[in-house]
Structure formats: C-alpha cells, structure tokens
C-alpha cells in the first residue's frame, strides 16, 4: 500500500500526525457508493493536499430508507 492510500484512522491517530496542508474534509453516510459520492471525493480531493473523510452512522440520517 502506498502512502497516499488513506487508511481507516482514530481521531487521536489523525491528530497526532502531521499532515500535508491544506487539509480538505468532507462527510456524509456513503451506505452505496456512487458516481455522485466518488466526484464529490475528486472534487474535495483537488482542493487540498490531504482529505479527511468522515463517515457518519445511520443514527445521523434518522429518514434514512424511508
């Protein structure tokens, strides 16, 4: 694995490294990965030398399959 392949991390993981800047986040819950999800990565991506991506749980998209 390379080192520009992002890894699952914890937060007191990110906080201890250095990162590259500008430091790029996005979120949101990504159950099916899309096209739409993968452009709003590149997008994100393209702006900053380091993406952090927060995943959030189902508990945050309460009508969520309804």
């Known amino acids: 694995m390379s080192d520009?392949?992002?890894?699952i991390?914890?937060?007191e993981q990110l906080?201890?490294?250095e990162l590259p800047?500008?430091?790029?986040?996005?979120w949101g819950g990504f159950d099916f990965?899309?096209?739409g999800h993968l452009l709003h990565f590149d997008f994100?991506?393209?702006?900053?030398?380091?993406l952090?991506?927060?995943i959030n749980s189902d508990e945050a998209f309460p009508?969520?399959?309804k």
Not at 21 to 26: A, V, W
């Open 63 to 65: 009508n969520k399959g």
């Open 44 to 50: 994100a991506r393209n702006l900053s030398a380091t």
């Open 4 to 7: 520009s392949v992002a890894k």
């Open 15 to 17: 906080l201890a490294k």
């Open 21 to 26: 800047r500008p430091i790029g986040f996005c």
């Open 33 to 35: 990965i899309h096209a």
């Open 9 to 11: 991390v914890t937060l």
């Open 52 to 54: 952090i991506v927060g």
